[in-house]
């Protein structure tokens, strides 16, 4: 793709951004009464905004004009935080975490595909030379202690040269065996055909009837050669398989990925090339129009002083550096447009005493009627309440302000000149102009301040009164004051280490761990294709695999930008982040006391903050809040951070990218209350359905290097296993696929009993364990907001039933 269809793709997404806007802004103003037309629109408006966010991340990652590139960026992180509101505002509606969109996606004829919700590549590509030092420098302490779990995978375990002498001798025995036994079956047939023929008398057979033999057996084969060849193809044409080449690289795409690179290269050079242009044409910008700035400051606060003077007989007061200075009142504003607005001002406040006075009266008359009609106010309060509001947006503005600015810059902007799309030197002007400005601005306010002074000693004798400042002063003592109570509860334990020591301090006691390399995309599941039909007859179905990555996504990956513990690791790997392992396992023995015990949060959090994004992970966190500990866990203290923790929750800041995952397999071991005050979101991870299945035994075995052909039916595994995890179907087809069974499967295909011997060892989830899981999760405290708005609307349909047949009966 070049530069021009890249920026086609932009203004295509800029209109759809820019209608959508309209479209949100004119329905959010008028209050909803049914919940399922609400639903409706929420739903259309999240999907669209995922097809922007979806496409402007696209456009992001591969334009390479420097200022461009920012607009975007601050646009693309608008439309984020504006899914994310869209996606509340369907839980708090539905009381769910999971929503099926299959009869919209109909609608809008979009693939369920389409709905996937990317995961920015700027996450890690901006921050790709600090990851991998961090990376290097986490190796390094990982070898020197040696718990380098990378290279102890591939470590060769050292044994006695007997033991290995012994081991060669066994597997040249077995060779030599193998090859003896094949000799030998040779000689066995050889001599079974000669007795054979000595029992039937025939000393050779007709060459004749051989050479019809022989093309009879040729002939068949090569029909059913070409009878298989037919049936692929036509198998091929009505779209029931793939090619024979579908699943191969093409050139096209090994040279897009070259293209990428090289677009990559462009995009930082001409990055480097805007930063350096950011410094010297604002040096320039100084040494030639600095001087002038300066002047015309200073000539517009004194025609300011004069015109002031001579319209109220006082020389004004000028504004502190707090409060702005004198930009507070020359905004984009003449002298004469500021002498406009103090006389507008005065006339205002006239008109203010004028109103006061007759709303007087008229309150009083009013008073009388609201008596009379508070009964009716009281019906038509209700009626609002039960009306849905959209809540206030943080994003709308950001996308609007982003919109418009796209508007006045680039929209109708003339780039003939600019081929290869460097930085624009004139945006860079007028930017740095305004930032000029505001700097000489402070300098000129300074001098205007001792001159209106002087002009006051000299015109009207005016003595500014000390009172004010040492009120100032008494003010700021209160703040100091109020710094060094805070002050004293943050306190800083480690005020005299580096962060580098706590780092390797971390990763020593095995807190600070090194996430395994896999991405979401790993994380494979299917479409939930019949959500939206199961909830109209008011069954409640179970999410899929691909509901789960979308969740983990959103509630996981943005706001920082079973396979539970692969999840947590993606997370990792998707945004760079430290993992920090607080389990009850890990932290077992460490730092031991309750003055240990927050040390080692104070040093986790503390890191976690100077090192963001950062992951903190507890694995099996119900131990950390268990009913009643087992006799067996007792000495582990696995309630040690029970307390602590929502302490440590609280001094989060907003703007603090740390994220706390728990993972578990028996929730409901834990107490319920303090479980769901340290977790916002709850997820419960499903058995994988039958299309998850099936999509995640074909995946995963060509991954690892299997072959899918006719004789390992997919179908009958996705059947068969029924009830078991992904994590145990992965086990599974790591353990059948050895490098051995790979090299076989030329003259000898996989087949599906080769996987189903090796399930029967394992476990599945039963249903009966299912449910219990989601009888928990109906107990917490979104899962009970669930069940209640279901019971509250079966009544309210039964009462509709009953109303129509009251009907009916009373026109018989």
Known sequence: MSNV????????????????????SQKMTEPQGNKVIVFQMLATFYIKYVQIFRNMENVYDQIVHPQKRLLIRKILDAVMGRILELKNEMVELEMTEFHYFDDILQDLKLAPQQLDVPIPRYFVKERLEVIKEREKILSQILSECGLNLADSKYAAKSIPMEEAIKLIQVAERARQGRLRAL??????????????????????ADTGVAALQIQKVWRGFIQNRKTLKAREDEM????????????????????????????????????ENYKKALVSIKEELKAMEGLGIKEHLQDQIRQWFIECRNLTGTFPEYPNEEEGGSAVIFTNKTPEQVVEDILANQEEEEKLKKKKKKEERETRVQRRKIDEKKGSQKDKLKEEDEEWKMSPSLFLKLMEEGNSSYKDVWLHKDESWNFPQDYDPEIIKEEKRRELESEIRVQVDELMRQELKNLKLAVNKEIELPGKAKKAKKQGKGKKGRKGKRGKKDKDLTADRTIDSLYKELVEEGLLIQAVKVNLSDYIGEYSYLGTTLRQVAIEPMPSLLDVRQLITLYGILPLGVGKKMLVHAICTETGANLFNLSASNIAGK?????????????VFKVARELQPSVVWIQDTEKTFYKKVPQAEKRNEPKRLKRHLPRMLKLLKPNDRILIVGTTQRPFDA????????????????????????????EIIIRNGGLVTNSLNISCLSKVTDGFTQGQIVNVIKEVLTDRRIRQQAHKPLTAMEFITMMTSMNPVYKEEEESFKNWYAKTPLGRKRMLSLTVGNKEKEKEKGNK????????
């Open 805 to 812: 047949k009251v009907k009916k009966e009373k026109r018989k």
């Open 591 to 603: 730092y031991p006391g309750k003055n240990g015990l927050q040390m080692m949060l104070h040093l």
């Open 183 to 204: 000799f030998m079956k040779q000689i066995y047939l050889q001599e079974c055909r000669a007795k054979e023929i000595k029992l039937l008398g025939r000393k050779a």
């Open 5 to 24: 269809m890249y920026n086609k793709m932009w203004h295509q997404t800029q209109e759809a951004l820019n209608s959508l806007l309209d479209n949100e």
């Open 671 to 698: 107490e319920l209350q303090p479980f769901c005050r340290v977790y916002q979101k709850i997820i419960l991870v499903p058995r994988p359905d039958y299309a998850s299945r099936y999509v995640l035994w074909k």
């Open 236 to 271: 091929v044409f009505l779209g029931m398989k793939p090619p024979p080449y579908f699943n191969d690289i093409s050139a096209a795409i090994v040279q897009s990925e070259k293209v990428k690179h090289l677009r990559n290269e462009v995009q930082q050079k001409h990055e």
